[in-house]
């Protein structure tokens, strides 16, 4: 791009896109104008950003002209509406919602595991030799927290199967579902009776406060599976460029303001050891060991929270594949199964950081 880039972030009132803009800030983007759009009656509030407020301006076809890069975090409809219309006009979309993640021929994209998927080496090209705009998706967060975790032991020792259960925080539902969370908290608290938000106007369709259930999303009848469990197969498959990969996912909503939490079991195609597992995570990018057996000191959401690194820990051998009297000796040897507990914050790099990286991934 030979001149510096035009962004917009769609949905800038919301958690992810107010989050989006202080990661800009934060890392400094180059560009050389940045708009906030949303909904109509969010227009004309005021954002911070640097060292000055942006007005935020209705989101509408005619808002997105002139506009490079479209950071959007304001849900599969509106991201149906504007974001193929934008890249006639030549704006690139980067897409939190699930909208076009599926998509043949649209990337879905974490930059530490797959940049490939956008195409060529780096630099990347915005636009399309026609001129046109791309649309690229970002994959859903708790996809992007499990990759991070499980992409380097796939390069290091190949993968055969996963098996995964999420902690799912309110910030998974944006605003509405941690401002949910703390009211029930304070109502609970209170001794006043809590109710399902869905019956009040709100998000969820259990008790939140001092409670888990399964993932708000719908549960389809044939397999069992809610929506959120069959995302973080079939993009696995996606991002990993593999369909035959095994994946069962339990996908959860817990009592956390902020950062997934996910308990994995992966099966190995070649033996390692857990040094080797901790090396090959160490030297990961973007991942964090927080393993500290002596002191049972390990990944937690308050720890994640407002970090860009997902953190790995609990990293031990499956001991149900080893004897059921497994000395030191086993637990030292090579082993194709391996237990880990992980943590991101979703806001950060389960959305909006992961959007910004791929935006620097196209431009710098």
């Known amino acids: 791009m030979p001149t510096l880039p035009t962004i917009a972030v769609a949905g800038a009132t919301g958690a992810v896109g107010r989050e989006m803009l202080d990661i800009l800030a934060q890392r ?62 030549g704006c690139t979309s980067i897409d939190n919602s699930s909208a076009f993640r599926m998509d043949h021929g649209v990337p879905l994209t974490i930059p530490e595991v797959n940049p490939g998927s956008l195409g060529g080496p780096a630099p990347y090209r915005v636009r399309t030799p026609d001129g046109k705009g791309r649309i690229i998706a970002n994959p859903n967060c708790s996809t992007i927290i499990l990759l991070m975790a499980l992409t380097p032991l796939r390069t290091a020792f190949g993968v055969d199967r996963v098996v995964v259960s999420t902690y799912q925080a309110a910030s998974g539902a944006g605003a509405k579902g941690m401002d949910e969370l703390e009211a029930q908290t304070r109502d609970d608290l209170a001794g006043r009776p809590v109710r399902p938000g869905l019956e009040t106007g709100g998000v969820f369709h259990e008790p939140y406060a001092f409670n888990l259930f399964s993932h708000n999303t719908a549960v389809d009848p044939i397999t069992g599976q809610n929506v959120e469990e ?25 009592p956390v303001r902020r950062a ?92 909006a950081l992961n959007a910004v990286q791929i935006a620097e991934m196209l431009t710098l």
């Open 230 to 254: 069959t995302k973080v197969i079939l993009e696995a498959r996606k991002i990993w460029d593999d369909a035959e990969v095994a994946i069962s996912a339990t996908c959860v909503r817990v």
């Open 28 to 89: 400094r983007f180059p560009h050389a104008a940045i708009k906030a759009l949303a909904s109509p009656r969010s227009a004309g509030q005021k954002l911070q950003y640097r060292d000055a407020e942006l007005v935020v301006e209705p989101l509408t076809a005619e808002s997105l002209r002139g506009v490079d890069i479209a950071l959007f975090s304001a849900g599969s409809a509106i991201s149906k509406q504007f974001c193929r219309p934008a890249a006639e006009h």
């Open 260 to 351: 997934h939490a996910e308990s994995v079991n992966v099966t190995l195609d070649r033996a390692a050891t857990t040094q080797q597992v901790r090396d090959a995570l160490a030297a990961f990018p973007g991942v964090s060991l927080v393993d500290d057996r002596a002191g049972n000191l390990f990944p937690t959401p308050l720890k994640a929270s407002g970090k860009d690194d997902v953190l790995v820990g609990r990293i031990r051998p499956d001991s149900s594949r080893l004897p059921a009297n497994a000395g030191p000796a086993e637990y030292d040897r090579p082993c194709l199964s391996f237990d880990l507990f992980i943590c991101g914050d979703q806001l950060r790099k389960g959305a």
